[in-house]
């Protein structure tokens, strides 16, 4: 069957195609930028002096699980400070949240919040952590609260992020009833980003854990200060110990989460 | 007692994008009255019932202004500060029926009574328990009230526009704006909704204003139609009075979309681009 040349096909329109060629060329550009500063030169080390990398990682290989109760101990402290760091995240989070996203509240409270949310989200919970350990002293409640404002930042984002897509046609239903906005907010939003706002919550609470692992190499508690002094001390097998409760506790709260994730959503 | 509960006076909305949604309606409706509002899409039908419910505001001309029972909802393109008070007396019934998906259809029909409960209680959704059996009672009514515990999105579109309904009887409204509540359902929902809506307006003397793309539901369930175009008034008058014929007259070729096909029309099929025709002979 022939076809009549009389039929016109659209071209693919300039801006989407010059778009396509703006972004691979910005990558390029970004990595050709970035090649030198950051030493990727060298990589071809990695094959060279791979002897090094094994004899380093076989002092590994034989974990001594002699202060396993204090292992476990302070990983149970580490979970204990995500667990707080995260409930006051979300807590404040969810306002924060909400006078962040474009369609709760006006422009000129929308760019403060947001930029503020962005200093509490830039800055690593190690330097919030040193900050706090100066201000409440050594011990988990300055790891606390490095979880708390680090996170605030990420959730209050994540949050919005999930606020600003929600379908704003059960919004005007209940704004119909002659509801408050405030009622706006409760009945017509809240339902609908419940779900994607566990989801969230939960996911932070997994990476807490982790991030709270290393919060004691500055002294803000947990596990990090036991881990940090054995590298330090090169005791290969207590350190070797250590990271395996690390990981077996990271990998329970991860089924943990995610099984109440599929419940929930 | 005031005669009109709607009362429209030189309306005008022009959009960000320049285009003309509403052109200088004036326009009454009077209480306990049913009428249909006609036009394709575009027309202005949704835009008219959105602004009557106080929830976008109109082109800021001189003398331009809606009252609902001889309150102004807007004035100047000015909605007024107590648009809340007057919003209870309005129930509007939207096409995607706006309900909560995941909450239940009770709690759905219970935001109704948002406006007239003390604000704390409607924050932390401590519904007194007469507000709760009034909300049954609505829901009995619609013929839904085996769902009440169910989720809103689990309900068929048909079920969801009733519960929307219920919504609106539990607020206590004494107006009813309908924004082509049957576009999205089937024949037979269609009617049940209009019949609803039909025995609301009968018994309880609610004035209701319905939004339609087609003319028979006009026909069958109202008195009065109004029909728009390009954001005009077109026509205002007994809905017996407006027939396929005049309906061609004012609409033109346009007039197809808004007649039922198994009305007794045959609609043409539409003829071949050029192009396509070649490319099938060939």
């Given at each position: 069957?022939?076809?009549?040349?009389?039929?016109?096909?659209?071209?693919?329109?300039?801006?989407?195609?010059?778009?396509?060629?703006?972004?691979?060329?910005?990558?390029?550009?970004l990595?050709?930028?970035?090649?030198?500063?950051?030493?990727?030169?060298?990589?071809?080390l990695?094959?060279?002096?791979?002897?090094?990398?094994?004899?380093?990682?076989?002092?590994?290989?034989?974990?001594?699980?002699?202060?396993?109760?204090?292992?476990a101990?302070?990983?149970?402290?580490?979970v204990?400070i995500?667990?707080?760091?995260?409930?006051?995240?979300?807590?404040?989070?969810?306002?924060?949240s909400l006078l962040a996203?474009?369609?709760?509240?006006?422009?000129?409270?929308?760019?403060?919040?947001?930029?503020?949310?962005?200093?509490?989200?830039?800055?690593?919970?190690l330097?919030?952590?040193?900050?706090?350990?100066?201000?409440?002293?050594?011990?988990?409640?300055?790891?606390?609260?490095?979880?708390?404002?680090?996170?605030?930042?990420?959730?209050?984002?994540?949050?919005?992020?999930?606020?600003?897509?929600?379908?704003?046609?059960?919004?005007?239903?209940?704004?119909a009833?002659?509801?408050?906005?405030?009622?706006?907010?409760?009945?017509?939003?809240?339902?609908?980003?419940?779900?994607?706002?566990?989801?969230?919550?939960?996911?932070?609470?997994?990476?807490?854990?982790?991030?709270?692992?290393?919060?004691?190499?500055?002294?803000?508690?947990?596990?990090?200060?036991?881990?940090?002094?054995?590298?330090?001390?090169?005791?290969?097998?207590?350190?070797?110990?250590?990271?395996?409760?690390?990981?077996?506790?990271?990998?329970?709260?991860?089924?943990?989460?995610?099984?109440?994730?599929?419940?929930?959503? | 007692?005031?005669?009109?509960?709607?009362?429209?006076?030189?309306?005008?909305?022009?959009?960000?994008?320049?285009?003309?949604?509403?052109?200088?309606?004036?326009?009454?409706?009077?209480?306990?009255?049913?009428?249909?509002l006609?036009?394709?899409?575009?027309?202005?039908?949704?835009?008219?019932?959105?602004?009557?419910?106080?929830?976008?505001?109109?082109?800021?001309a001189?003398?331009?202004?809606?009252?609902?029972?001889d309150?102004?909802v807007?004035?100047?393109?000015?909605?007024?500060?107590?648009?809340?008070?007057?919003?209870?007396?309005?129930?509007v019934?939207?096409?995607?029926?706006?309900?909560v998906?995941?909450?239940?259809?009770?709690?759905?029909?219970?935001?109704g009574?948002?406006?007239?409960?003390?604000?704390w209680r409607?924050?932390?959704g401590?519904?007194?328990?007469?507000?709760?059996?009034?909300?049954?009672?609505?829901?009995?009514?619609?013929?839904?009230a085996?769902?009440?515990?169910?989720?809103?999105?689990?309900?068929?579109?048909?079920?969801?526009?009733r519960?929307?309904?219920?919504?609106?009887?539990?607020?206590g409204?004494?107006?009813?704006?309908?924004?082509?509540?049957?576009?999205?359902?089937?024949?037979?929902?269609?009617?049940?909704?209009?019949e609803?809506?039909?025995?609301?307006?009968?018994q309880?003397?609610?004035?209701?204003?319905?939004?339609?793309?087609?003319?028979?539901?006009?026909?069958?369930?109202?008195?009065?139609?109004?029909?728009?175009?390009?954001?005009?008034?077109?026509?205002d008058?007994?809905?017996?009075?407006?027939?396929?014929?005049?309906?061609?007259?004012?609409?033109?070729?346009?007039?197809?979309?808004?007649?039922?096909?198994?009305?007794?029309?045959?609609?043409?099929p539409?003829?071949?681009?050029e192009?396509?025709?070649?490319?099938?002979?060939?």
């Amino acid at each position: 069957m022939t076809t009549a040349t009389s039929i016109h096909v659209p071209p693919v329109p300039a801006a989407q195609r010059y778009g396509q060629l703006a972004f691979w060329s910005i990558l390029a550009v970004l990595l050709a930028w970035s090649f030198y500063p950051a030493e990727i030169y060298k990589a071809p080390l990695l094959v060279t002096d791979a002897g090094n990398m094994a004899r380093y990682a076989s002092g590994f290989l034989s974990p001594n699980f002699a202060d396993w109760k204090i292992y476990a101990a302070e990983m149970l402290v580490t979970v204990n400070i995500a667990i707080w760091g995260t409930f006051l995240a979300i807590l404040f989070g969810i306002p924060f949240s909400l006078l962040a996203s474009n369609n709760v509240a006006p422009a000129w409270v929308v760019q403060p919040v947001r930029r503020l949310m962005d200093c509490c989200r830039a800055i690593n919970e190690l330097v919030f952590a040193v900050l706090f350990v100066v201000a409440v002293g050594l011990g988990p409640f300055a790891g606390v609260m490095a979880v708390f404002i680090h996170n605030l930042g990420i959730i209050s984002k994540l949050f919005s992020e999930a606020v600003e897509a929600s379908d704003p046609r059960p919004v005007e239903g209940i704004r119909a009833t002659g509801a408050t906005r405030l009622q706006e907010v409760i009945y017509g939003i809240v339902p609908q980003v419940m779900p994607l706002w566990l989801s969230y919550g939960l996911y932070r609470f997994e990476s807490n854990v982790r991030g709270a692992t290393v919060l004691g190499i500055v002294g803000a508690g947990g596990i990090g200060q036991l881990l940090f002094e054995n590298i330090r001390g090169f005791y290969y097998a207590e350190t070797a110990a250590i990271m395996i409760v690390v990981v077996i506790t990271v990998a329970i709260i991860d089924i943990i989460s995610q099984r109440l994730r599929k419940v929930l959503v | 007692m005031p005669l009109s509960a709607i009362r429209i006076e030189r309306l005008s909305k022009t959009f960000s994008s320049g285009k003309r949604g509403l052109d200088d309606i004036s326009l009454t409706v009077g209480k306990g009255e049913m009428v249909a509002l006609i036009g394709a899409s575009g027309s202005g039908k949704s835009t008219l019932i959105r602004h009557i419910a106080g929830l976008v505001t109109a082109d800021r001309a001189n003398g331009s202004t809606i009252s609902v029972h001889d309150r102004a909802v807007q004035d100047q393109g000015r909605i007024a500060t107590n648009v809340r008070d007057i919003r209870r007396e309005i129930g509007v019934i939207f096409q995607q029926f706006n309900l909560v998906g995941r909450m239940s259809v009770l709690t759905n029909v219970l935001t109704g009574v948002l406006g007239r409960i003390p604000a704390w209680r409607g924050s932390v959704g401590a519904f007194p328990l007469t507000e709760q059996r009034a909300a049954m009672a609505a829901l009995t009514r619609v013929g839904i009230a085996e769902t009440a515990r169910q989720r809103a999105s689990t309900l068929s579109g048909g079920q969801q526009q009733r519960a929307a309904i219920a919504r609106a009887l539990v607020q206590g409204a004494r107006i009813l704006l309908a924004d082509e509540p049957i576009a999205s359902l089937d024949p037979a929902s269609a009617r049940r909704v209009m019949e609803t809506l039909e025995t609301i307006n009968s018994q309880d003397g609610i004035t209701v204003v319905v939004a339609l793309h087609q003319v028979e539901y006009a026909r069958r369930f109202c008195q009065r139609t109004i029909a728009m175009q390009a954001g005009r008034v077109v026509f205002d008058g007994p809905s017996s009075q407006l027939s396929n014929e005049r309906l061609r007259q004012i609409y033109g070729s346009a007039s197809e979309e808004l007649i039922l096909p198994d009305a007794g029309e045959v609609r043409r099929p539409a003829p071949i681009p050029e192009g396509l025709a070649a490319a099938v002979a060939a």
